[in-house]
């Protein structure tokens, strides 16, 4: 039989319940307290008994109210990414307490637009929120007034907090002393003079690694997978990642420098690594700055890893290997083809990297043995080069001292503004940073043409061709794959394809910058050769792979 539809009976006596209105109950309040202690409130009387004390006491004072749920965390409140703050909101969307309960505002939050957002999810979600120690509560227009007034404070001490630690970090730098922060791996920080000090249980690895880095010209993830291989465990106890030994390779303070911000200190504490050693690897890591390369650093055996450049595409050739029957057949790919594969737009054919590899070793072998009447015209050339583009330099020398002047000058105006309270840091502080870095390009700039207004173009020392002829030699007869590979980045700026041939560059040598002996397990840094590039088109032509 077919019935009327009907309307559902309508209830009575029991309000709709809206967004940011609680439903109404019986029974006592359901209470959420929430508790936090942050990274600076290790001497303040924030801790977490002394929160959770202070919450039962205030509840037990309420008739109605009793405690149902307690979260807690020990993290900053610049973030609402807390864990025990997460597990609040899930409980309070759930409907498992009707207020959420705090010590102080600022134990909920700090930031003025956090704490107006989590408000809004409490409200979202039917529940008040309440503060013990401050007359703050969001069931009433006045508590919600004094939860927006507090928020502010809230945000200005934290800012002021900031301020005042970063002062002392600067500070601290200042006088050679560690500003703080994790340390670094090989160092202790003495307790009482706040100066690091050699760890001795790790100071031998850090060795280590700089070793592997410099003189077997290990990438940073072969030197991470060999650390682990011998089980060899990081500062926090974990395996080693390659950015973690290249977050080492750079690193000043192994040279006993302190350097934080703009602070740079020198001789602050005792290094680990002579400064010599230390530029051997920046060098390094610049000729390997390529982040599209980084894989291929990390095959010692392939010779010319990051001093390949596709002609089609223009990024590097990495070292690649395919396992034929009887033995391994050794390549340099377009990175371009290697990531990915079919579907890549380069079709730069693959080069024989056993071939490629001897062919250039000789080539530079042989440059070396009869480099005297090239280097003349060499000479000669880069002076012409020089004293047609010394009027250039100069002007541009001169207008980028006026721009610095300008820019120095307008980064003051802004701090004198903010300083007269004219403009907030909301609006100085951008344009402050962005002042900064137009600085720092413009005196790099200057600084570069300096030097070379000051560099005149001379052939090197007899005695240090020499020198590198009988290095090369020792490389050719008796040098180790590490050697033959260190000997090639050292004095290889790059190696051209072209459809000629394959084009070395060779560096030319004079007393600037340091060369690792030919064989890595002997000899010192004071040993080392010292090179550098002074043209970039000395080349040899017509090799075919």
Request: glycine fraction near 6%.
């Amino acid at each position: 039989m077919t019935g009327h539809p009907t309307s559902p009976p309508k209830r009575r006596g029991r309000r709709a319940t809206t967004a940011g209105t609680p439903p109404e109950r019986t029974g006592p309040c359901r209470v959420c307290v929430y508790i936090r202690r942050s990274t600076d409130d290790e001497h303040q009387p924030f801790s977490l008994d002394a929160q959770r004390a202070a919450l039962n006491k205030y509840v037990a004072a309420k008739d109605d109210w009793t405690i149902v749920a307690e979260y807690e965390d020990d993290a900053s409140g610049a973030t609402t990414e807390r864990p025990g703050l997460q597990k609040a909101l899930q409980a309070a969307k759930a409907g498992l307490f009707d207020v959420l309960l705090v010590y102080r505002l600022d134990r909920f939050s700090r930031s003025v637009a956090n704490l107006l957002d989590l408000i809004n999810q409490l409200e979202q979600a039917g529940v008040r929120f309440s503060s013990a120690t401050e007359p703050v509560d969001t069931g009433g227009p006045f508590g919600r007034m004094m939860l927006q007034l507090l928020a502010v404070f809230a945000e200005f001490e934290r800012n002021i907090i900031i301020d005042r630690v970063k002062s002392g970090m600067t500070a601290k730098a200042n006088k050679g002393k560690w500003a703080g922060g994790t340390r670094p791996y090989g160092y202790l920080v003495e307790p009482r003079t706040h100066t690091l000090v050699p760890h001795p249980e790790e100071t031998p690895t850090l060795r280590e690694i700089f070793r592997l880095y410099t003189q077997d010209r290990l990438g940073t993830r072969a030197i991470a997978d060999a650390l682990n291989t011998r089980g060899v465990r990081s500062r926090t106890g974990s395996p080693w990642a390659g950015y973690t030994i290249n977050r080492i390779l750079d690193n000043p303070a192994y040279t006993g420098d302190i350097a934080y911000g703009d602070v740079y200190v020198p001789d602050a504490h005792e290094p680990l690594i002579d400064r010599a050693t230390y530029a051997i690897a920046q060098q390094i890591a610049n000729a390997r700055g390529d982040t599209q390369t980084q894989r291929a650093m990390s095959d010692s055996d392939y010779y010319l890893t990051g001093l390949l450049t596709c002609p089609q595409c223009g990024h590097r050739y990495i070292g690649t290997s395919a396992n034929g029957r009887t033995r391994r057949y050794r390549y340099y790919t377009c990175f371009t083809r290697t990531r990915y594969g079919k579907a890549a737009t380069c079709t730069a054919p693959r080069i024989a990297a056993d071939d490629i590899d001897q062919l250039v070793l000789q080539a530079l072998h042989d440059f070396y043995a009869n480099t005297d009447p090239v280097l003349i015209a060499m000479i000669e050339s880069a002076t012409a080069q020089r004293e047609d583009t010394t009027d250039d330099r100069h002007a541009e020398l001169a207008t980028l001292s006026t721009r610095i002047t300008a820019t120095e000058a307008a980064i003051n105006r802004y701090h004198a503004a903010f300083e007269a309270g004219t403009m907030d840091d909301t609006s100085a502080g951008p344009r402050i940073r962005e002042l900064r870095d137009q600085l720092a390009q413009q005196q790099a700039r200057h600084a570069q043409l300096d030097t070379e207004l000051a560099t005149q173009p001379a052939a090197p020392e007899p005695d240090t061709l020499a020198h590198v002829r009988t290095y090369l030699q020792q490389v050719m007869a008796t040098g180790t794959t590490a050697a033959r590979k260190a000997a090639i980045e050292a004095l290889i700026a790059e190696v051209q394809l072209t459809d000629q041939g394959v084009v070395p560059v060779f560096k030319i040598p004079t007393q600037d910058t340091p060369m690792p002996p030919p064989n890595p397990d002997g000899g010192t840094n004071q040993d080392r050769l010292r090179v550098r590039t002074m043209v970039r088109s000395v080349g040899r032509q017509g090799l075919e792979p």
